[in-house]
């Protein structure tokens, strides 16, 4: 039994390595930008009144901070023509400009020297002082370059370029030193386009990165229990996160007890009494209950409990914290909170236990019918023996199994309950993270749901061998 | 059976619990103001946060040298004793002013001009979190302390701004001593922060902007606090936020003079709900106090609900903001301003406001509030829905029905290209996607084909940026500042900016940058009215309506007075009623 545990546990480490990846990769491959997004607190603020040299440098500096300076992982598996630095280039937009580009042409050297000479001669035409004359002139050349700077099309680039020519050529002393960064930029762009080495992209190469990747990172901090800082609040997400599952956890742990308490006897009496007017009516209710989804019967009951238009018999949101705290006695605070917990208790309850019921009824019909059942009947024992001691044991396994199952479920299935109910759980936590983009968050509460269903499953198998005799593990009893 | 006696007992429990709640004839009130919050500011300081929340809360902790009156909008003395005196030198200004000496921290200490220096100098502190608050202050050259009057301050601006008074009067003020005990930036002057530099690697900035951008000097008790009457209390993170009042806040003495030192209520409560339907649900039953309802359709339902009807009243102060449908200007096909002319005709926004916003809204011709009567351009008509006239244009742009399918075409750059056009607009926006769809049909009808496609919000943003959405849907909320049209139709503001449609020539920007610099009100009118002319005629968005206030507020408050700023009223000044009863 040690043994397979043991074996079990190490299981786990490489399962929740490759959780974390991929979690990791997605954050990456998801479009935006998460240094923007925090310098520009959400498309609020705006830099175009800036000089973009301090919006630049405030960019490199935030991008240094969060560690997004460094290549994304260990290995990095391209083919020959991409770089192995591309990942130093800031600006998620550009390094995928540059993609585009070397897949098309697959010569690094003269992607580079394009992407820097289009960016000097930007840089230089937004630093250029326009007179009364050259004004209109100017803003066009800016569309033009902008235009340039940012599109991978060699048709629109093309027509960029005979934009901006034609405006040069209006005033050609004037715009002389611009004229000469925008011809650099054409001759680098022809370099580009007739330099091809196709053949480069057709080897698949393997760049390593050693440990100052964002990955390694990360997850060597995880692994210490720094969980990083929140991109909304800046609070430590360990903080955010501890606050929010003891929350779920209290809640998940009395609606699975509950499940169990209700379930259980409920699937042994219609397994028992099947057939009868009864058993068809519980079983009816149970599979409308099943069938009923959690987020509709919720609003429901705030609508027609939670003191609205209709009956005040429970409060409408919330776990009650303020009325806690101006409470005296313990059982006038535990009456509150009993008093906030019954609706948001009910929804996180009864799909699960009508789920369970159905099986818990299923596993005893299937055990009454076994001769073993038959034979205890007619050893004369009582009728409850024969249930409760010979039938339900044997009956339990299916309901076991589940157990791993309504773990993670609690979590997840708790997203809606929360948001509706206002508790301030792992669910809401997890929903408000995913809508603002909210990495380091996002991570720790996948990684967090991760473990516990991993540990579901390990309590499962733990569950089996002490129910079922028959069930060993390891070859200890060969 | 065992299972059998358990049940009752759970049942037991419940019913207990759900005989709890007790009514009585006559309810008495706590001394307090619960607000509904949607979801939780991102912190309290406004140099490091400026979320509409957290502006909300703060705005009754920190206050201002000067804030916009409620009822008229214009600028009143907070902290300081009057208006700044102005004085014009060469091409800049000079902007003085002078702080109240009966001004105080919580400490009983006098808020000083060094204060405001040093708030000043925190925003331009490399690698603080206060970018959103430099273009508002970028302007300020230098500030001026005198030896003589520790409560005078003088900006020196290098050149003329409308907004010189309203932005460096309006930016709230923080202590020095709380913020900075160790006095980490006193020794560096505000030029040297603003020019940056290699002072981000010094060891005591570093440390200054690691305490700034912390959890802890946004959100702890211990540094919330300003001159302003509440102190913060406690901060239940997605839950709630206690504001107390100080018990002899120093404000009071001036409660005659204007609304900002109006401060009743003991206690102010920020109660975040995130779900609008529990929100409700709460209102009913008396558990918020005050909430802004942006969902209209639910807001028109509340008059059915007798509960609410019996305790709240509703508030709809119009709001400074405005909605327009964004024309990318730089579109192959938009560019022609004889089809933007006819998609503008083709719109009926009486129809959108009818439909979709229960009539609530007022329609605009430009991006000047109504509101502003001397600035608002009354002699623009508004458009009318009109297919004749937007056929004729579109007729004489050259775009017709050449092969009969029903969408016109036109001859682009050589090539045959169908009049079809892109609306984009933020997934999860039903008033957005439905606007789309209403344009979609009437565009329909006069041969226009065009695709409705929701982005993800980074994506949307990340596109009107870059200028390559077509036809977006955008909304502004603006503030009583005399309106700065550079952001959203300045030529620089394109191409990464917030200038979407790509509007903007040497001329139209010129007219913006007159309106900046001239600061006489009356003159200013004048260029607005040309400005609004310009807008119109270019057509470079469909302008729709402005927004008002859907405020729900209870019955008990007297001293409510609905104004056009954010939230829509001032929770501060709200006083109790006769004839209610409130804990004493």
Not at chain 1, 171 to 199: C, D, G
Not at chain 2, 520 to 534: A, I, N, T
């Amino acid at each position: 039994m040690l043994e397979y545990l043991i074996k079990r546990i190490f299981i786990f480490i490489p399962t929740l390595f490759v959780i974390s990846l991929i979690t990791f990769s997605l954050s990456v491959m998801v479009p935006g930008d998460p240094v923007e997004q925090i310098l520009n607190k959400g498309g609020q603020g705006d830099f175009a009144n800036l000089s973009s040299l301090v919006a630049e440098k405030a960019y490199t500096e935030k991008r240094k901070e969060l560690g997004l300076d460094l290549p994304v992982f260990y290995i990095s598996l391209s083919n020959s023509a991409v770089p192995k630095d591309l990942y130093k280039i800031p600006k998620k937009n550009n390094q995928a400009l540059l993609k585009e580009f070397i897949k098309k042409y697959s010569n690094w050297p003269e992607v580079k020297e394009y992407f820097d000479q289009s960016q000097s001669y930007f840089r230089a035409l937004y630093a250029y002082n326009a007179d009364s004359i050259t004004v209109e002139t100017v803003i066009q050349l800016k569309d033009a370059a902008f235009g340039i700077i940012s599109e991978s099309d060699d048709k629109i680039v093309q027509q960029r370029f005979k934009e901006t020519e034609n405006l040069l050529a209006l005033f050609p002393n004037e715009f002389l030193a611009l004229n000469q960064k925008f011809i650099a930029t054409k001759v680098a762009y022809s370099n580009m386009q007739t330099n091809t080495s196709r053949w480069k992209s057709l080897i698949p190469t393997v760049h390593f990165y050693g440990t100052q990747n964002q990955y390694h990172q990360w997850a060597t901090k995880f692994l210490k229990g720094d969980f990083g800082t929140s991109y909304k609040d800046n609070r430590p997400v360990s903080d955010s996160l501890l606050e929010a599952s003891g929350k779920t956890i209290i809640i998940s742990l009395i609606s699975i007890f509950l499940t169990y308490l209700i379930a259980v006897p409920l699937g042994v009496f219609s397994a028992y009494r099947k057939g009868t007017t009864s058993e068809q009516v519980t079983t009816t209710i149970l599979f409308m209950l099943y069938s009923l989804p959690s987020f509709w019967i919720a609003t429901l009951l705030i609508n027609f409990l939670g003191g609205g238009d209709y009956l005040g018999w429970f409060p409408s949101y919330g776990l009650g914290d303020q009325e806690v705290e101006a409470a005296t006695g313990f059982w006038e605070k535990l009456s509150i909170r009993i008093h906030h917990l019954v609706l948001p208790l009910i929804c996180w309850t009864y799909g699960s236990l009508a789920f369970m019921a159905r099986q818990m009824r299923g596993g005893m019909i299937n055990v009454l019918n076994q001769d073993y059942i038959r034979t205890a009947r007619a050893k004369g024992l009582e009728e409850k023996t024969v249930v409760w001691k010979h039938a339900f044991r044997n009956s339990l396994l299916p309901i076991i199994t589940l157990f791993a199952s309504v773990f993670p479920l609690m979590l997840s299935g708790s997203i809606v309950i929360e948001m509706i109910f206002n508790i301030p759980g792992m669910g809401r936590l997890a929903v408000e993270a995913i809508i603002a983009r909210n990495w380091p968050i996002l991570y720790a509460v996948v990684m967090v749901s991760a473990v516990l269903t991993l540990v579901g499953y390990l309590i499962a198998d733990i569950l089996y061998a002490v129910v079922d005799p028959r069930i060993t593990y390891g070859d200890s009893k060969k | 059976m065992f299972s059998a006696r358990v049940l009752i007992y759970i049942c037991l429990i419940f019913l207990l619990g759900a005989c709890n709640s007790n009514k009585s004839p006559q309810k008495v009130y706590k001394d307090q103001v619960i607000i509904h919050s949607l979801s939780d500011p991102q912190g309290l300081v406004s140099l490091t946060s400026n979320d509409a929340q957290a502006s909300q809360i703060n705005a009754n902790i920190f206050q201002s040298l000067l804030n916009y009156s409620h009822d008229e909008l214009i600028l009143v003395p907070v902290l300081a004793v009057g208006l700044p005196e102005i004085v014009h030198e060469g091409n800049g200004m000079k902007l003085t002013y002078e702080i109240k000496p009966e001004a105080q921290w919580t400490d009983g200490s006098p808020v000083l001009a060094s204060d405001i220096l040093f708030s000043f100098k925190v925003v331009f502190t490399p690698g603080v979190n206060s970018m959103h608050a430099q273009p508002g202050i970028d302007f300020v050259d230098d500030i001026v302390l005198y030896e003589d009057n520790p409560r005078k301050i003088t900006f020196l601006c290098n050149q003329v701004y409308m907004l010189a008074d309203h932005n460096t009067g309006t930016m709230q003020v923080i202590p020095e001593y709380l913020f900075d005990p160790e006095g980490l930036i006193k020794k560096y002057s505000y030029k040297e922060l603003k020019s940056g530099g290699s002072l981000s690697q010094n060891e005591d900035i570093k440390k200054f902007v690691t305490f700034m951008n912390s959890e802890e000097s946004s959100r702890s008790p211990k540094y919330i606090q300003g001159s302003g009457p509440y102190v913060l209390q406690s901060w239940v993170t997605d839950q709630r936020v206690i504001l107390e009042k100080k018990n002899d806040w120093w404000g009071h003495a001036f409660e005659k003079e204007n609304q900002f030192f109006q401060a009743y209520p003991k206690r102010l409560v920020y109660e975040t709900i995130n779900d609008f339907n529990t929100a409700l649900t709460a209102l009913k039953d008396e558990k918020l106090d005050v909430i802004l309802v942006t969902p209209v359709k639910e807001y028109m339902d509340l008059d059915d609900s007798p509960k609410f009807t019996e305790n709240y009243v509703k508030s709809e102060p119009p709001m400074l903001s405005y909605t327009y449908i964004g024309l990318n200007m730089r579109d192959q096909i938009l560019k022609d301003k004889q089809v933007r002319e006819a998609l503008a005709v083709l719109v009926d926004v009486d129809e959108i406001n009818r439909t979709l916003l229960y009539g609530q809204q007022t329609r605009i011709v430009a991006d000047i509030h109504p509101i502003f009567k001397d600035d608002y351009n009354n002699d623009i008509p508004l458009r009318k829905f009109d297919m004749q006239r937007a056929t004729a244009l579109l007729e004489a742009a050259g775009w017709k029905d050449s092969d009969g399918d029903g969408i016109r075409d036109k001859i682009l750059n050589g090539r045959k290209t169908p009049l079809t056009l892109t609306y984009n607009y933020n997934s999860g926006n039903p008033i957005r996607e439905n606007v789309g769809l209403m344009l979609q049909n009437w565009w329909k009808q006069a041969g226009i084909k065009l695709d409705v496609v929701p982005l993800d919000w980074t994506l949307y943003l990340e596109q009107l940026r870059s200028n390559k959405v077509q036809i977006s849907y955008n909304s502004w909320v603006t503030s009583p500042k005399p309106n700065d049209p550079k952001q959203l139709w300045h030529s620089t503001s394109r191409n990464g900016g917030s200038n979407y449609t790509g509007f903007g020539t040497a001329e139209t920007d010129k007219l913006i940058e007159s309106i900046l610099v001239e600061l006489d009100p009356k003159k200013r009118s004048v260029l607005y009215k040309q400005w609004q002319q310009v807008l119109n005629d270019e057509v470079p968005a469909i302008f729709l309506y402005t927004q008002n206030f859907r405020n729900a507020i209870h019955k008990r408050f007297d001293n409510v007075v609905p104004t056009a700023k954010y939230p829509g009223y001032w929770e501060a000044g709200f006083k109790i009623k006769e004839g209610y009863k409130v804990e004493e």
